[in-house]
């Protein structure tokens, strides 16, 4: 199976500031890589897929790239509503998997 | 609007079975393949099993086959996940959500529907 490897699990960040994620995968899976936000109580909502594209009405302060073992999320400028948890997944091949998740705080 | 609407979640017996469904509207159903996630209490998410638009392939995550199928009625839009065999670490809720191609390929999953909670415990 493919493992996903997400750093940090916990990220404290201040209104305005520029945070990225990266997921590292255990073996090559070109750019099907997927990543989510995810509020408490609530379903994940896609962000980005093929690594690097845009879900549509996600705002562009959210981008996403890499390919092949490694990817990486990127906020520009952190807004009071992204303050949440996040995860990858691959999408490459069966069994999908998710990475362990970034939870991302107020300092 | 897409709605996905999960049910069925409750509270069971280990060695007890339950039937999770997942009713789809606002898209046409056999166009999309369907997947169940679900995610333990204070935990991350865990892909679960998936099956494509015409019910003909399954997938089921190692932790849970031979004890859980994945299946869908096209004629009713909707998703079931038959649970057998619940344990304790089957505790979850239970997303489904459709899976998103681009390109021919598999992109994401990208409507999700509202969860429903299963609790395994004597």
């Known amino acids: 199976d493919i493992q996903l490897t997400q750093s940090p699990s916990f990220l404290s960040a201040s209104v305005g500031d520029r945070v990225t994620i990266t997921c590292r995968v255990s073996q090559g899976i070109s750019s099907s890589l997927a990543w989510y936000q995810q509020k408490p109580g609530k379903a994940p909502k896609l962000l980005i897929y093929?690594?690097?594209t845009l879900q549509s009405g996600v705002p562009s302060r959210f981008s996403g790239s890499g390919a092949g073992t490694e990817f990486t999320l990127t906020v520009s400028s952190l807004q009071p509503e992204d303050f949440a948890a996040y995860y990858c997944q691959q999408v490459n091949s069966y069994p999908l998997t998710f990475g362990g998740g970034t939870e991302v705080e107020i300092k | 609007e897409v709605q996905l609407v999960e049910s069925g979640g409750t509270l069971a017996q280990p060695g007890g079975s339950l039937r999770l469904s997942c009713s789809a509207s606002?898209?046409?159903?056999?166009?999309?393949?369907v997947t169940w996630v679900r995610q333990a209490p204070g935990k991350g998410l865990e892909w679960v099993s998936s099956?494509?638009?015409?019910?003909?392939?399954?997938y089921h995550a190692a932790s849970v086959k031979g004890r859980f199928t994945i299946s869908r009625d096209n004629s009713k839009n909707t998703l079931f996940l038959q649970m057998n065999s619940l344990r304790a670490e089957d505790t979850a809720v239970y997303f489904c959500?459709?899976?998103?191609?681009?390109?021919?390929?598999?992109?994401?999953?990208?409507?999700w529907g509202q969860g429903t909670l299963v609790a395994v415990s004597s």
């Open positions: 093929a690594a690097s």
């Open positions: 959500a459709t899976v998103l191609f681009q390109g021919g390929r598999r992109a994401g999953l990208d409507y």
């Open positions: 099956v494509n638009g015409d019910g003909s392939t399954t």
């Open positions: 606002g898209f046409t159903f056999t166009d999309y393949g």
